[in-house]
């Protein structure tokens, strides 16, 4: 076969052989370059770096250190363009303490022991001393923030406390032993009579939970809500001399103490604490009770000898978180305790929980429990309490809504009910005893009388006074048409023939026989009291 021959013109044949020298040519690239500005510590500095660079490259070429806190102008991560003026802004900081004086607060204290308008310092008043920490951030030297990130209590202020006089008219009483009452958060004291008053505690954050006397009324035992706002301490208990007026409190390293702590009856070689303790918590009602019982020994000067649990930490029957009352028997051999589902006692010579009577719990629907008041008689062969009552009505028996006033008697080792709807808050507490001519012991009870009895949980309440065996009830105070008294814990005197009672915000005298009150304190903010023969 013959070839055959193409002829192509002159611009064909051209636009060919380009083509193909294109084609036979690798295609070859030239990065271009930009000029950026610096402006960095004061300075403006040019520099030429490839198209496509981004800030922190162009500072990496400059070879420019960022700080960690240093800004960047447009961010680290921009891509430049001709012209473009990168800044960078040094950032730091530094912390600064500041002293700061903080003023002492102004307390008054009533004293209706002193004329009115007489005035005397006892406490002379202190500034105290904060700290404050400051973080603050500089931009290019000039200041931007100032935070405060820690504050300390470098020194406490101290409280300038002046006691005012607020002379009552009222005719002064004879006062037998000593009657400690707590008033606006101080303990005071009465001796000999009602104007022989004077302050033992003051500034201390009394919280009222433990106001005892000990038996010779030489000592008061009280509970202190700590200053320092420590999370795992509700309260301390602490001590100090009746007597001694220079005396400072002491410290008896028990702390968390809700329901009970009291002096033993007996001292003889020496004083008896008994106490129990509670776990602080979070929730409702703030504590988790150990239901535990501790003895702790002191000489007669207040030095603590010895320390000893008898009761282990238990669950505490039902209601068990709310916790365990106790009642030293008048002998100081034993004591009574009380919780939501029962009363018994705790022998001292044989430690345990012998349980006496079953109670119905009640139900609160809350986040409190209900515990019954008890009350070794003066023979210490009975034992006062208030019973939980069957249902008056169609409701469960958890609900009942009535209490009565009881007693259980070690002879026949029973229990038998003296007072019919006495309510929730009876209180009952015996009456020192004395000895009859044909030596038998005689005391009498005195207890609260709800004056709505089957609303008793909000009622008010009436003094009443019964015979040991439930006999001769009598209400004394206050007088019909008043106002009845907010239940709280009654103080017999030493003598047995009064009954100290708060009343409206105030620490008042019933005499035993006739209802006759008389009031001792003015002020309205009387919290707690306790009454102790005293030499």
Known sequence: ????????????????????????????????????????????????????????QALELAAITLGASDRLDPPAYAVLAEGTRIRVSRVS???????????????T??????????????????????????????????PTSRTAVK??????????????????????????????????????????????????????NLDGRVFRLSPDGRWLLYSQTPTDEAADEINRLRIVSTSDEAAEPLDLQVSNIVHFADWSPQAIDG?????????PSPGAPGWQANNDLWLLTLSFAGRVTDREQVIESNAGGQYGWWGTSYAWAPDGSQLAYARADGIGRVPLDEPGLQSLVEI????????????????????NQSLYFVDHAPPQGLESPASSPAFDLSAWISESSSSVSLI???????????????????????????????????????????????????????????PPGEAGLTPRPLAWSPAGDRVAVLYRGDLWIVDAQTGQGQRLTGDNQTAAMDWKGGA
Not at 93 to 107: D, I, K, L, M, S
Not at 155 to 165: F, K, L, R, S, Y
Not at 172 to 194: E, F, K, Q
Not at 271 to 279: G, K, L, N, R
Request: glycine residues 8%; charged residues 20%; hydrophobic residues 40%.
């Open 1 to 56: 076969m013959k070839a055959r021959r193409v002829h192509l013109s002159p611009a064909v044949l051209g636009l060919v052989l380009a083509v193909c020298v294109a084609a036979c040519v690798a295609p070859t690239t030239t990065a271009g370059a930009i000029d950026v500005t610096l402006l960095v510590d004061g300075d403006e500095i040019p520099i030429r770096v490839p198209s496509g660079s981004t800030a922190l």
């Open 93 to 107: 900081e530094r912390f600064e303490v500041e002293t700061e004086v903080v003023p002492f607060e102004r307390q």
């Open 109 to 142: 204290i009533r004293n209706e022991a002193m004329p009115e308008g007489e005035t005397r310092l006892l406490q002379p008043g202190v500034n105290g001393i904060q700290e404050t920490t400051y973080r603050i951030v500089e931009e290019e030297g000039k």
């Open 151 to 204: 504050v300390v209590q470098a020194q406490a202020p101290v409280p300038e406390i002046v006691m005012m006089g607020a002379q009552l008219s009222y005719a002064p009483l004879s006062v037998d032993g000593v009657l400690a009452y707590l008033s606006g958060g101080n303990a005071w004291i009465m001796r000999d009579d009602t104007r022989n008053r004077r302050p033992i505690v003051v500034g201390e």
């Open 271 to 279: 004083y008896t604490i008994a106490y129990s303790t509670v776990e």
């Open 360 to 379: 119905q719990p009640f139900q609160s629907f809350s986040d409190w429990a209900w515990v019954p008041g008890v009350s070794w008689g003066g023979d």
């Open 420 to 478: 019919p709807q006495t309510g929730m808050f009876a209180y009952p507490s015996a009456s020192p005893a004395t000895v009859e001519p044909g030596g038998e012991l005689a005391y009498r009870l005195a207890y609260l009388q709800a004056v709505a009895p089957l609303e008793s949980q909000n009622s008010s309440y009436q003094l009443s006074i019964v015979d040991r065996d439930g006999s001769e009830a009598t209400m004394l105070f206050p």
